[in-house]
Structures are given as structure tokens and as C-alpha cells.
């Protein structure tokens, strides 16, 4: 990347940084709602400059227009996907997420949230949420975008889907809000998410501790982690987080969408 590439897309994410906190300082006034999240994820929200870093690349190539940008279409939803919503809702969007990505941190804190209050709970759509750890090959160090794929397959296994998903990007939040206060250090690859914090969140939200960790230690769900990871690379999942609407990829370009709200917008317009 050059200097010129270099300061445009530095440029780009201080854009992502404002608009994300622009939009979490309006989220913020609706505090009656029900999936309004603890005021240190939100924080971890406003902090992440590069809230787009694993978002579609970062080859600085234009946005595409939408649809056109959908050559293939995402694998579709099975009885191993957990389902928010109402099954039979018109529109499907599927995220593919890692738990250490900052872009999906920064979606969980106010992007899901809207999803769910405008779309899901209006009956317009259904919300599916798939692992796909990216961020270790990124970074080069750990194993904590597998490792917690694997518990959150786990916990899957006990009924517990959501409350690992919601526990493990709480925990990420508040170590990204840490960092951030810190004014040093990495959230990615600092051993936040391991064993321990799954055994917590396992436990917290009331599944067999036994029967997670005899599924954990065994990474009995390693197979079916591979077979979506190469599903989704197959309908051209390149980096997190990536959305599909109704099976086209939809491009996040922070350029084309600065905030998350624009980005709903323009999904509950596309699927019309």
C-alpha cells in the first residue's frame, strides 16, 4: 500500500470511527429498548477507529453497487442454524462474524440491534449468525477466532447459541474498551477468549459444564466449523463482518454506508 492509499484509508476509517459514534450517541436516547446493550460495549462501539478493518478487505477498491456484487449466494439456512425471528419472516440475513473482529464488536453493540428492532421484531426478517474465525490468521498469533467458534458450536449443541454469541462479544467489548483506556496493547490475540471465559458464559447461561467441556476439549464441532468456513468462502466471504440479504452479499463499504443504520436502511429497502 502506498502513502497515498495509506492516508485515504486512514481517512476512511476516522469517517467509519464518527459515524459509528454519531450513531451510537442517537442509540443511546433509546434506552427503553430491549436489546440496548451495557454502557462499556457501547463505549467499545465508539472507540474502534477501524470498526470496518476485517470488513470485505481493505484493497481499497470502489463499492459495488448493490445487487450486482452477488455472483453466488450464501449457503442456505439448515436446522444447525439458530433462528432469531420468526422462521417463516419474507428476508433472511445471515452474518458471518468473528468474535475478535472489531467491525463485528462494533456491529453487536448497534447494528445487530437495529436488525432485530426494525426488522426482526416488525416480522419483516429473520437474523442467522455464523461463525467464521479469521482474525488469527490475520494477526498470526492464537487460536482465540477458532477457539471460540468452537464453544459458541458447543453451547449450540445445549440450546445456549445466543448466550455464548452475546457473551463472548460482551467480553471482547469490554476488552477493547480496556485496551482503548489503556492506550496500547491489542484486543486481537491477547488470550481474552479462552477456555475460562467459555466455561463462565457456559455455565452463567445454564448448560451442562460437564457436557460443554467434554464438547470443547474434544473440538467436536471442528468438522462442521471447517464445512462453513469453506461454504462461506465458496459464496465469497472474504472477512468479517459480511452480511448476506437473502442470500446476495451485501457490501458493508464503509464509504457506501458510513453508519449502521444507513446499511439498514438500505437492506429493508433492497429486500422490498
Not at 56 to 84: F, H, L, R, Y
Not at 142 to 171: I, N, P
Not at 218 to 244: C, H
Request: charged fraction near 20%; glycine fraction near 8%.
Amino acid at each position: 500500500m502506498n502513502t497515498m492509499q495509506q492516508h485515504e484509508r486512514g481517512q476512511e476509517q476516522e469517517e467509519a470511527r464518527v459515524a459509528v459514534e454519531e450513531t451510537v450517541h442517537g442509540i443511546k436516547k433509546e434506552e427503553n429498548k430491549e436489546w440496548m446493550l451495557p454502557a462499556s460495549i457501547v463505549f467499545a462501539a465508539i472507540v474502534i477507529a477501524a470498526a470496518f478493518i476485517y470488513a470485505s478487505g481493505s484493497n481499497g477498491t470502489p463499492p459495488v453497487n448493490q445487487p450486482e456484487n452477488a455472483a453466488v449466494t450464501a449457503p442456505p439456512v439448515t436446522d444447525k442454524d439458530v433462528i432469531v425471528g420468526d422462521p417463516n419472516a419474507p428476508m433472511t440475513i445471515i452474518e458471518y462474524g468473528d468474535f475478535q473482529c472489531p467491525g463485528c464488536v462494533s456491529f453487536f453493540a448497534v447494528g445487530e440491534g437495529l436488525v432485530r428492532q426494525q426488522l426482526v421484531e416488525t416480522g419483516k426478517a429473520k437474523f442467522v449468525f455464523r461463525p467464521f474465525p479469521i482474525v488469527d490468521q490475520i494477526v498470526g498469533k492464537g487460536t482465540e477466532s477458532v477457539d471460540s467458534s468452537l464453544a459458541l458450536l458447543c453451547a449450540r449443541d445445549q440450546g445456549k447459541f445466543w448466550e455464548m454469541h452475546d457473551g463472548l462479544y460482551a467480553a471482547e467489548a469490554k476488552d477493547e474498551e480496556a485496551v482503548a483506556r489503556a492506550g496500547s496493547g491489542s484486543s486481537e490475540g491477547n488470550g481474552n477468549l479462552n477456555k475460562a471465559l467459555f466455561m463462565q458464559i457456559a455455565k452463567e447461561s445454564g448448560a451442562d459444564a460437564k457436557v460443554f467441556a467434554a464438547c470443547y476439549d474434544a473440538r467436536t464441532p471442528a468438522g462442521e466449523l471447517s464445512e462453513i468456513v469453506a461454504d462461506a468462502r465458496t459464496a465469497g466471504v472474504q472477512g468479517t463482518p459480511t452480511l448476506f440479504v437473502d442470500g446476495v452479499l451485501f457490501d458493508l463499504d464503509s464509504r457506501q454506508y458510513p453508519t449502521w443504520q444507513s446499511a439498514i436502511d438500505y437492506i429493508e429497502q433492497f429486500a422490498k
